[in-house]
Every structure is written in C-alpha cells, then in structure tokens.
C-alpha cells in the first residue's frame, strides 16, 4: 500500500506547460505500475497515462499523446506527468493512481487501488 500526494498543478495560458508530480510514501513504490487520470467538471475520470513498474512501457490516451510524457524516479518514489502544448480542454483535477503490488493495470478506475487527492489545472483560453 502506497500513500500518495500530488503537486504541480496550476493556471496556464493555451500552449505553455506544467509539469505535475506525484509522491509515494512506502518502501514497495518499485512495485506498482502507476498512473495519472484526470477529472473535468461534470465528467467522468478518464486515464491519461500509465507507466509500468521499472518504467520500462508507457502508455497514452490519444488526447495527449505526443504533448504529455509520464516518467518514474524509484529512488525518490516519484512519478512526474510532463504536460506541453496545453490546450483549454486540458482543464481537469489531475489524479495519480497506484495499481496492486506488482500488479497490472490498464485504462480503468478500478484498476488502481490508490489515489492522491488531486491537483487542479485550469488552462485558459
């Protein structure tokens, strides 16, 4: 079981960049796939990337693939979501999300087991 506590999150105008992190507590972050997911008013919390135990595999929603890049530090039990080219319909609570001990996870909710409390990025038009 992981704790975890996100940061980062902010206003933006359309086209700049933020960069999210997210920070485990526990001695077993190695062994949890991690994700981020994020939530729009009035919508449901949708996936936005994934990345596998020793970050080797990452995976990205079509909505943001080739603008955000998800990546991992062990050492420092991290996982950072690098957000470019923003764009208004970006606007969410962002989430990370922890999957089973050494588990897999994919593209749903239920997958994940943990989550932080959430960061909100607004990104104006």
């Known amino acids: 079981q992981v704790q975890l506590v996100e940061s980062g999150g902010g206003l933006v105008q359309t086209g700049g960049s933020l960069i999210l992190s997210c920070l485990a507590s526990?001695?077993?972050?190695?062994?949890?796939?991690m994700g981020w997911f994020r939530q729009a008013p009035g919508k449901e919390r949708e996936f936005v990337a994934r990345?596998?135990?020793?970050?080797?595999?990452?995976y990205y929603a079509d909505s943001v693939k080739g603008r955000f890049t998800i990546a991992r530090d062990n050492a420092k039990n991290t996982v950072t979501l690098q957000m470019n080219r923003l764009e208004p319909e970006d606007t969410a609570v962002y989430y990370c999300?922890?999957?089973?001990?050494?588990?897999?996870?994919?593209?749903?909710?239920?997958?994940?087991?943990?989550w932080g409390q959430g960061t909100q990025v607004t990104v104006a038009s």
């Open positions: 526990g001695r077993t972050f190695e062994n949890h796939a």
């Open positions: 999300a922890a999957g089973s001990s050494l588990g897999r996870v994919g593209v749903r909710v239920d997958q994940y087991g943990c």
């Open positions: 990345i596998t135990q020793n970050g080797g595999r990452t």
